[in-house]
Nanobody
Framework: QVQLVESGGGAVQAGGSLRLSCSAS????????MAWYRQTPGKQRVMVAQ???????LYQDSAKGRFTISRDNARMTMSLQMESLEPEDTGVYYC???????????????WGQGTQVTVFS
């Protein structure tokens, strides 16, 4: 019913910047919470940043002061601006969203396919 597509990943030098974007498409009634997760081989996904419809944001401790999450409710898009990148930020970044199909109805978790971010020293 809804599809999430990430873009903006790539390889950057430590100290550099990168901007990730997530775009929702398909038949969509509404989206509540949106978030970015990071995963490395052999480890579980970790929530990096989260944002609600009123632009209230929550960050992982290591991301505070360096990453900025934003969203456009009308366009159904979300971005993650990453500054002062470190090798530890390397991983596959996934877009996550809570989909609402009816007014006041249940929430459904949706995942994108992920985009690779590599930070080299």
């Amino acid at each position: 019913q809804v599809q999430l597509v990430e873009s903006g990943g790539g390889a950057v030098q430590a100290g550099g910047s990168l901007r990730l974007s997530c775009s929702a498409s398909g038949i969509i009634y509404g989206i509540r919470l949106m978030a970015w997760y990071r995963q490395t081989p052999g480890k579980q996904r970790v929530m990096v940043a989260q944002i609600d419809r009123d632009d209230n944001a929550l960050y992982q401790d290591s991301a505070k002061g360096r990453f900025t999450i934003s969203r456009d409710n009308a366009r159904m898009t979300m971005s993650l601006q990453m500054e002062s990148l470190e090798p530890e930020d390397t991983g596959v970044y996934y877009c996550n969203a809570e989909e609402v199909q009816t007014h006041g109805g249940p929430l459904y978790g949706i995942w994108g396919q992920g985009t690779q971010v590599t930070v080299f020293s």
